[in-house]
């Protein structure tokens, strides 16, 4: 996409034909997922390679991959944006969308899992499955996306695949079976695999994939694996008799069974697991990876097509339910852009799923954006015209006549469609229901550099927010500060990465002020005196007030007392105002006061000198004559939070929130092995829990917080804060 601009770094091979499906049964959308590092970016450009999309893999390390082309990937050596490769396999096109794989950039892992209608799990024989993969495992669980597994990294001395289906079938539970077996060759090397249920080797060992039938000591090595597979394909078949037919001896046709698996894999309620190993080769023709041509197999005929997954329900712009929709070219455009990113050469990119109906350059479309005001997304129904279309192979842009139903396509120079826009009709516009999207939690406060940088960094802001979904802009209006709300640290780092490489924008970060609050220690009387006399008309006012605190939440009361007409009627809303003024600049830290009764109960006027002004400017010094005679205390902002961490991670986790001065207020089982912690915590304790909760927990923590109000601060913190105000002043 085209925020992977950037480094070509020479790709290995040139782009193959470009695949043009006539139907949506010819399509398949897979997103490969994963932990960073399992393999995903290098498993794609094996598949790419075994298809003839290029002439051979490039590498990861040496920066020449389809998928991470962008100058950030290539030096960090990891996905930072989703990326669209497709192959064709046996006339079945499929749209490989690599995600990345570490948690801050969980946005585009989402956009992919949106656009995708299976999910390839790609875990490592080396490290494992961590907690992030176990949380998209069952997120994907959910709402029933069909899943299989690779196994990766074979070739690693601390492999075990027999190991690593256990572990796999542990954390993902029922129906997660091996499809196929690692075999070695003479060498002891991983050099082919076995099919459970055709019996049959497929050999990869001397460069090329050949075929044979498994001799007897192999079928019996794998007796115990087949029938376990078997009996969980069984146990998914819609035929009843299977089971008995089996259970009586019965051999049963493979076909048979092959069929019965396809369809349990298409619902997504059977697994299957599959071994890979990159095999590495000077040659130009590098032989295909180990167990390429088997996972190709897998996605053209067990996967479903877009056919089989259900259409996101729509609605009209302005919330009016519409009928459901079904994949159809003919059928009325419905397409959603699951990625926006801009391209230095060719100018803003769309990458579009097309749910519904046929896209077309030139076509003019309604672009409807809602739900997004709380990100910075103002709500926009707009028409627009369709660019040109293009089949994308990473960077590569290869151009097409139209994007059918069930297809993702790219689309050049949609000015105004931001990523989870719609596409649809002009003469019927549509809006496709929000996938749900993470709230960033860390924030990070920057300011221009220089003053030259501010106009383009306000217009490079609203490009990236616009970019990424994840990603929210705040101008605090209380401590003035430019916030960025990012998902983790590596995410804040890709950001800053952006501004300064891709739009030239020179940023200083800056500390992270919280909004505090200021409120009377106890009540106190206040004197106001404003009166001059310099030749002319004068200035004449006397207030008396009395003020008291209220309990957190209270608000502010103002209350009249005054009798004998001490302070004209038409003065009293002039003293009110003027105390809510002092009350928004503070008296003892410069933070706006809250939860305070003020009550006027006496005061003077003059005749010719007493005016509104003056009268508001009386009652300002009355409430700060009255702080001056009480203690004012420091209110910082607490939030609630509810924290969903693996069982064994509750003690620390508690632990570490006691440090903060936080309150746990309780605590119960939630799903699948895990607790969910119910706490208040200071705002300012928390500025960086996002990223430190994630290593507390090992990447199995999640959170969400809500503003709660404002407490007092400690007398110590307190202290340092005014301290801190006075030597600024």
Not at 489 to 505: P, Q, S, T, Y
Request: with cysteine; hydrophobic share 40%.
């Amino acid at each position: 996409m085209a925020d992977k601009s950037g480094g070509q770094g020479g790709h290995a091979g040139a782009a193959g034909r470009v695949p043009t499906p006539s139907g949506p049964e010819q399509i398949r959308n897979v997103v490969l997922v994963g932990h960073t590092g399992a393999g995903k970016t290098t498993l794609a450009e094996s598949l790419l390679a075994a298809t003839g999309a290029v002439s051979r893999p490039g590498r990861v390390e040496e920066g020449t991959t389809v998928t991470d082309f962008d100058e950030v990937e290539q030096r960090q050596q990891r996905s930072v944006a989703l990326a669209l490769a497709p192959v064709e396999f046996q006339g079945v096109k499929v749209n490989l969308l690599d995600a990345p794989g570490y948690a801050d950039f969980v946005g585009d892992l989402r956009a992919g899992l949106r656009a995708a209608d299976a999910a390839l799990f790609v875990v490592s024989a080396a490290d494992g499955v961590d907690g992030s993969t176990r949380l998209l495992w069952e997120e994907c669980a959910a709402v029933g996306m069909p899943r299989a597994v690779v196994v990766t990294k074979l070739d690693s001395a601390r492999a075990d695949f027999d190991e690593m289906v256990l572990i796999c079938q542990r954390i993902f539970g029922d129906g997660v079976q091996p499809l196929y077996l690692p075999l070695l060759d003479d060498e002891e090397h991983v050099g082919g695999v076995i099919g459970l249920l055709t019996q049959r080797i497929y050999d990869y060992s001397e460069g090329e994939r050949t075929e044979r039938d498994a001799e007897e000591a192999h079928r019996e090595g794998v007796e115990n694996a087949r029938n376990a597979l078997i009996e969980g394909i069984i146990a998914e078949s819609e035929d009843e008799t299977l089971m008995d037919r089996y259970l009586g001896g019965e051999e049963l046709d493979t076909e048979v069974l092959i069929d019965d698996l396809e369809k349990a894999v298409a619902r997504g309620s059977f697994y299957p697991v599959l071994p890979y190993s990159a095999i590495a080769s000077g040659a130009v023709a590098a032989p295909p990876a180990l167990g390429s041509i088997e996972l190709l197999e897998l996605m053209t005929k067990a996967f479903p097509s877009p056919l089989e997954h259900e259409v996101p329900p729509a609605s009209s712009p302005e919330g009016k339910p519409k009928g459901p929709l079904t994949c159809d070219p003919d059928g009325p455009l419905v397409a959603e852009v699951v990625k926006t990113s801009t391209d230095p050469y060719v100018g803003r990119i769309s990458l579009v799923r097309v749910f519904s109906g046929t896209l077309r350059p030139d076509l003019p479309v309604h672009v409807s954006g809602h739900g997004q005001e709380a990100r910075g997304h103002a709500d926009h129904d707009i028409d627009e015209r369709v660019g040109a279309l293009s089949c994308p192979l990473g960077k590569v842009q290869r151009g097409i006549d139209a994007g059918i139903a069930g297809d993702i396509v790219a689309v050049a120079k949609l000015l105004h469609a931001e990523s989870g826009d719609t596409l649809s009709s002009k003469d019927d516009p549509m809006l496709i229901e929000q996938w749900l999207m993470p709230d960033p939690l860390l924030p990070v406060a920057i300011r221009a550099h220089a003053k030259s940088d501010e106009d383009k960094l306000s217009q490079s802001l609203s490009r990236l927010v616009a970019e990424d979904a994840t990603l929210r802009l705040e101008m605090n209006p209380e401590t003035r500060q430019l916030v960025l709300w990012c998902m983790g640290e590596a995410h804040m780092d890709l950001v800053l990465d952006r501004l300064k490489n891709k739009f030239g924008v020179a940023v200083d970060t800056v500390s992270h002020r919280i909004s505090l609050r200021e409120t009377f220690g106890g009540a106190a009387k206040g004197h106001g005196r404003h009166v001059k006399q310099s030749g002319g008309h004068g200035q004449y006012a006397i207030c008396d007030i009395e003020v008291e605190p209220l309990p957190s939440g209270s608000g502010f009361e103002f209350v009249d007392k005054v009798v004998g007409g001490a302070v004209p009627r038409n003065y009293i809303p002039s003293v009110e105002k003027g105390v809510r003024a002092q009350m928004e600049r503070g008296v003892a830290a410069g933070y706006p006061m809250i939860d305070l009764r003020v009550t006027l109960y006496d005061g003077k006027a003059h005749s010719v000198d007493s005016s509104d002004m003056a009268f508001q400017t009386a009652g300002a010094l009355a409430l700060r004559d009255a702080a001056a005679k009480t203690s004012v205390l420091l209110l910082e902002p607490v939030d609630s939070l509810e924290i969903q961490v693996a069982d064994e991670y509750v003690g620390a986790v508690m632990g570490d929130l006691s440090s903060r001065r936080g309150r746990v207020s309780g605590s119960e089982p939630g799903e699948n092995g895990r607790t969910v912690i119910r706490a208040d915590a200071p705002e300012v304790e928390i500025g960086r829990y996002a990223i430190e909760l994630r290593s507390l927990s090992h990447g199995t923590g999640t959170f969400t917080r809500s503003y709660l109000g404002h407490e007092p601060m400690p007398p110590q913190l307190a202290t340092k804060v005014k301290a801190e105000v006075e030597q600024e002043a």
